[in-house]
């Protein structure tokens, strides 16, 4: 969380001299952070799913993703609830925020379908046992190889980003005879209040078809009398961490639009229509997301309402929640390294102090921070502390300036080695963007649930980083390897 420009208060701690804020509580937690499960014992340990997280870095190491299975079930039904129930939305679960065997496994029988964007993740939902029917398949460089597999396996649907892509598809069914359900991602020219790399629905970016410039109608034309082609409907998603309803109600009234207009120009009843993901998580208590029925409430009236003054019929609606789903329910837990206390700039006189808490991790496991000038919260999670709050910036142990996990955050005075610190809200685009850098290993992903931990994805080991590295003179070569039949 950003510090506060007023409420502070010089005092002196066990370090010497530091800038606190008035005496506040610093063991607590504040719920809308964290999972439904944690809780703080009278140990002052966080509690996850029945598991007391230093009993989980016993056994497992740290830095670990600690997900909470009844926070992220909870969380997926009360979108499949609130949408599917009331409204007869679909509602595809976005795996690129995190998706792991197990996970695939607890969104189909949750009754969710699942987007995927890659062939790797497509392979994931498979083996998770999730219906093909029920895979909605994303990309805006999807190869042919990508899309005659998608095919073959028989995905539910295709959402095409470009001419390209269309113009593969035709090829592919041309060939083989098959047909394929098909959406067509459309730019509404929505500014999203997001950051600029994470807002997807303004002109000037890499996804889509723009209906200002007409290569949106152009599309759909052009599947509309492909034979292989069977047009579903548009696709819009306008960005992501949104808390702002306006947002969706520009994008689908420009949507509907040309929904309208294709049915009046080509006689074409599109049936369905997606209007993507991207609802917003409480990262800190600055963030005040909406709940799912809040959602499916508003988003309806604004389709209804469009519709209605349009004179069409509502297409079968679909949303694309997976931060909102995932997100919430992990945390990730870290062992403090070292802590400095940094003088910040000010009077030479009684400056004011941060301190640096150096934890067992950073970037490689979470580059949201860096990459997106994102805010995190964090706790002490091993034990309570009496001592004062001071100021303090968790980074981590990369060769980089900028790694840094949590910018700004009051943690107690006391502090030290040995500390195990707990980030929340870490279950999206966390693990499923984590690298190596420094030749580091990912941490795993353990699943807690009713007092019990699940390694689902277990941690790396230098002899997973070993097997891709060919040495010379091994032999090692990439001759005879083949994916989906191609020789590689």
Same mark, same amino acid.
């Given at each position: 969380?950003r510090a506060p420009e007023a409420g502070w208060a010089h005092a002196e701690g066990p370090r010497g001299p530091?800038?606190?804020?008035?005496?506040?509580?610093?063991?607590?937690?504040?719920?809308?952070?964290?999972?439904?499960?944690?809780?703080?014992?009278?140990d002052g340990a966080l509690v996850v799913g029945g598991v007391d997280v230093r009993d989980l870095v016993t056994?497992?190491?740290?830095?670990?993703?600690?997900?909470?299975?009844?926070?992220?079930?909870?969380?997926?039904?009360?979108?499949?609830?609130? $949408?599917?129930?009331?409204?007869?939305?679909?509602?595809?679960?976005?795996?690129?925020?995190?998706?792991?065997?197990?996970?695939?496994?607890?969104?189909?029988?949750?009754?969710?379908?699942?987007?995927?964007?890659?062939?790797?993740?497509?392979?994931?939902?498979?083996?998770?046992?999730?219906?093909?029917?029920?895979?909605?398949?994303?990309?805006?460089?999807?190869?042919?190889?990508?899309?005659?597999?998608?095919?073959?396996?028989?995905?539910?649907? *295709?959402?095409?980003?470009?001419?390209?892509?269309?113009?593969?598809?035709?090829?592919?069914?041309?060939?083989?005879?098959? %047909?394929?359900?098909?959406?067509?991602?459309?730019?509404?020219?929505?500014?999203?209040?997001?950051?600029?790399? *994470?807002?997807?629905?303004?002109?000037?970016?890499?996804?889509?078809? @723009?209906?200002?410039?007409?290569?949106? $109608?152009?599309?759909?034309?052009? #599947?509309?009398?492909?034979?292989?082609?069977?047009?579903?409907?548009?696709?819009?998603?306008?960005? @992501?961490? *949104? $808390?702002?309803?306006?947002?969706?109600?520009?994008?689908?009234?420009?949507?509907?639009?040309?929904?309208?207009?294709?049915?009046?120009?080509?006689?074409?009843?599109?049936?369905?229509?997606?209007?993507?993901?991207? $609802?917003?998580?409480?990262?800190?208590?600055?963030?005040?997301?909406?709940?799912?029925?809040?959602?499916?409430?508003?988003?309806?009236?604004i389709v209804a309402h469009e519709c209605k003054g349009l004179g069409i019929a509502e297409p079968r609606l679909?949303?694309?929640?997976?931060?909102?789903?995932?997100?919430?329910?992990?945390?990730?837990?870290?062992?403090?390294?070292?802590? %400095?206390?940094?003088?910040?700039?000010?009077?030479?006189?009684?400056?004011?102090?941060?301190?640096?808490?150096?934890?067992?991790?950073?970037?490689?496991?979470? *580059?949201?921070?860096?990459?997106?000038?994102?805010?995190?919260?964090?706790?002490?999670?091993?034990?309570?502390?009496?001592?004062?709050?001071?100021?303090?910036?968790?980074?981590?142990?990369?060769?980089?300036?900028?790694?840094? #996990? !949590?910018?700004?955050?009051?943690?107690?005075?006391?502090?030290?080695?040995?500390?195990?610190?707990?980030?929340?809200?870490?279950?999206?685009?966390?693990?499923?963007?984590?690298?190596?850098?420094?030749?580091?290993?990912?941490?795993?992903?353990?699943?807690?649930?009713?007092?019990?931990?699940? !390694?689902?994805?277990?941690?790396?080991?230098?002899?997973?980083?070993?097997?891709?590295?060919?040495?010379?003179?091994?032999?090692?070569?990439?001759?005879?390897?083949?994916?989906?039949?191609?020789?590689?």
């Open positions: 969380m530091s800038w606190l804020r008035q005496p506040g509580e610093v063991n607590d937690l504040v719920p809308a952070l964290w999972s439904k499960t944690a809780h703080k014992n009278a056994e497992h190491g740290s830095p670990a993703y600690v997900l909470d299975e009844d926070d992220f079930r909870s969380r997926a039904r009360a979108f499949r609830d609130a $949408f599917s129930d009331s409204t007869g939305w679909d509602v595809y679960y976005a795996g690129k925020a995190f998706l792991c065997t197990t996970v695939a496994g607890w969104i189909a029988e949750e009754g969710l379908c699942l987007d995927v964007c890659s062939n790797s993740e497509l392979t994931v939902a498979l083996r998770g046992g999730v219906d093909p029917a029920r895979i909605g398949y994303h990309g805006n460089n999807k190869t042919t190889v990508e899309l005659r597999r998608a095919i073959d396996v028989g995905v539910g649907r *295709i959402v095409v980003d470009s001419f390209h892509e269309i113009a593969r598809l035709e090829q592919i069914t041309a060939a083989t005879g098959q %047909k394929v359900r098909v959406m067509i991602r459309v730019t509404a020219g929505v500014e999203a209040h997001t950051h600029e790399y *994470i807002a997807t629905a303004h002109e000037d970016q890499k996804f889509g078809f @723009s209906i200002t410039s007409g290569d949106a $109608f152009e599309a759909v034309r052009r #599947v509309h009398t492909a034979p292989g082609l069977d047009l579903l409907g548009l696709h819009s998603h306008i960005g @992501s961490q *949104i $808390f702002d309803s306006s947002g969706f109600e520009v994008a689908a009234r420009r949507v509907l639009a040309l929904h309208a207009r294709v049915a009046e120009d080509l006689s074409v009843e599109m049936p369905e229509m997606d209007l993507g993901g991207g $609802f917003g998580i409480a990262y800190t208590t600055q963030d005040d997301p909406a709940e799912p029925a809040v959602l499916a409430e508003e988003m309806s009236k679909s949303i694309e929640p997976g931060r909102a789903i995932a997100g919430p329910g992990t945390c990730t837990v870290y062992e403090v390294g070292t802590v %400095k206390e940094v003088a910040l700039d000010g009077p030479q006189a009684n400056r004011p102090v941060r301190f640096y808490v150096s934890v067992d991790g950073g970037m490689s496991d979470n *580059i949201r921070t860096a990459l997106y000038d994102a805010d995190y919260s964090c706790t002490l999670a091993s034990r309570r502390s009496e001592a004062p709050p001071v100021l303090g910036r968790v980074v981590g142990k990369h060769c980089e300036s900028g790694d840094i #996990v !949590v910018m700004d955050e009051f943690v107690p005075a006391d502090i030290d080695a040995g500390d195990l610190l707990a980030v929340p809200a870490t279950g999206a685009y966390c693990r499923s963007m984590a690298s190596n850098y420094n030749h580091a290993l990912r941490p795993p992903v353990i699943a807690v649930r009713d007092g019990v931990a699940q !390694v689902v994805v277990r941690r790396e080991t230098e002899d997973d980083l070993l097997a891709t590295d060919v040495t010379p003179g091994s032999g090692g070569s990439r001759d005879g390897v083949q994916v989906d039949g191609v020789q590689l």
